[in-house]
């Protein structure tokens, strides 16, 4: 990024307990950001689920966001499944996608 001369202030995420507030847990994005720096990802995957529908997961985040904080978001939405155990031994496969 130009015209940045430290990097932003990150929110860590930390265990993969579900929050008691929002079901649909999102990675967190600094507040002094600017609206240009933010992207929102389409994350696909794998799951039991039977509604091929929910294999996805939108995820915002800016160009300093982990991978780790977008795994960890993708399993605390339960759209994996419940109760995630080893968290750690999850990561992403990236492909390129045609729109």
Same mark, same amino acid.
């Given at each position: 990024?130009?015209?940045?001369?430290?990097?932003?202030?990150?929110?860590?995420?930390?265990?993969?307990?579900?929050?008691?507030?929002?079901?649909?847990?999102?990675?967190? &994005?600094?507040?002094? $950001?600017?609206? %240009?720096?933010?992207? /929102?990802?389409?994350?696909?995957?794998? !799951?039991?689920?039977?509604? =091929?529908?929910?294999?996805?997961?939108? &995820?915002?985040?800016? $160009?300093?966001? %982990?991978?780790?904080? /977008?795994?960890?978001?993708?399993?605390? !939405?339960?759209?994996?499944? =419940?109760?995630?155990?080893?968290?750690?031994?999850?990561?992403?496969?990236?492909?390129?996608?045609?729109?």
């Amino acid at each position: 990024m130009s015209g940045v001369s430290e990097p932003l202030s990150r929110v860590k995420l930390g265990t993969l307990r579900r929050p008691e507030g929002p079901a649909e847990p999102m990675v967190v &994005v600094p507040v002094d $950001v600017e609206k %240009e720096d933010v992207r /929102i990802l389409k994350v696909c995957f794998y !799951s039991n689920s039977f509604n =091929p529908g929910k294999n996805f997961k939108l &995820v915002k985040c800016t $160009v300093q966001t %982990e991978i780790r904080e /977008i795994i960890t978001s993708i399993l605390l !939405s339960g759209r994996i499944g =419940p109760n995630i155990q080893l968290a750690e031994c999850y990561g992403l496969r990236l492909k390129h996608m045609k729109s």
